[in-house]
């Protein structure tokens, strides 16, 4: 990818003052694009913009908002629609896995939330910046999505009665894939030149992922990250691994898949479930009612 040229290139990348997210909003920003960093700390904000303003070509900003909150989201949205003209990428990287099970204002699963609800909140919100462009909707998802059972009635994602942060977190990552294919389908429908793609990242410890994870999963990260750099690199993902394939999808001009869900930037099928169009088509209709966006897409 270092010969690529983004230089006038726009992508918003969420959850990117830290792991994937910084990896993937700096190594767009060394190939010349103007990136709109993310994140609810200004200070890591500042951070990452100042890096990439520090490359030859790459220009950034900063935009803070709590993505638990869907009117949080569209007002992120919206400072981003006021601050460009077009849109050539999304990256919905920011997500978490949360231990303490608890709604959001708006009376959703904190968890899906964040991770499911925000991506198709922003992702509809930010429509029309990308339509002018033909942009990339990318997902951050997790081959947790595997581990299945979950169900996407609206009593499953606004309620914590007998919450398990790994259910939830596998039921979001889920939401992540089923969410793509269908709004690939839909944009497909309707004869659009957006492209929409999920990707597994690998496991990465000492990402902000951790930090709601049960203590044992923290204990065993922050270790993880403690070793020399060369064992970890045998035994994980870096952050640096895990932003491969979305600047993959980006920048390399020939790949012109959507609608898959990529691992180590090849593509791969998703769990069974995950192709369950009924069931995308339910999460689709749940996601609206819930957020109060709506696509315009024909179902």
């Avoid at 303003?53 to 989201?73: I, K, P, Y």
Wanted: charged share 25%.
């Amino acid at each position: 990818m270092e010969y690529v040229d983004l230089s006038g290139d726009t992508y918003v990348v969420t959850g990117s003052t830290s792991g994937i997210g910084k990896e993937t909003a700096l190594s767009l920003g060394r190939l010349g694009a103007h990136v709109v960093v993310h994140g609810r700390d200004e200070k890591r904000g500042k951070e990452v913009v100042n890096s990439i303003q520090g490359t030859e070509d790459g220009s950034a900003e900063l935009r803070t908002a709590d993505l638990s909150e869907v009117g949080q989201v569209r007002g992120f949205a919206e400072e981003v629609r006021g601050s460009v003209d077009s849109l050539d990428g999304l990256v919905n990287n920011a997500g978490g896995w949360f231990s303490e099970g608890r709604l959001t204002p708006d009376g959703v699963e904190y968890t899906f939330a964040v991770n499911h609800l925000a991506p198709f909140v922003l992702t509809g919100e930010l429509m029309g910046l990308l339509e002018g462009s033909g942009g990339d909707v990318i997902t951050t998802s997790s081959s947790a999505h595997r581990s299945g059972g979950h169900s996407f009635d609206v009593d499953s994602v606004t309620s914590v009665d007998g919450y398990s942060g790994f259910s939830a977190y596998c039921r979001s990552k889920l939401a992540n894939v089923m969410f793509t294919r269908e709004l690939d389908r839909r944009l497909r429908l309707a004869d659009s030149s957006v492209k929409a793609n999920c990707f597994h990242p690998g496991a990465v410890p000492g990402t902000g992922f951790s930090r709601g994870t049960p203590l044992p999963f923290r204990i065993a990260a922050k270790a993880a990250s403690a070793l020399p750099e060369p064992v970890v690199s045998a035994l994980f993902s870096t952050p640096t691994d895990g932003a491969e394939t979305p600047v993959y999808l980006i920048a390399d001009p020939s790949v012109e898949v959507s609608g898959r869900y990529l691992k180590a930037c090849r593509t791969t099928d998703p769990a069974e479930e995950a192709r369950d169009d009924g069931k995308a088509r339910r999460l689709w209709e749940t996601s609206e009612e819930l957020s109060g966006v709506s696509y315009g897409l024909t179902g």
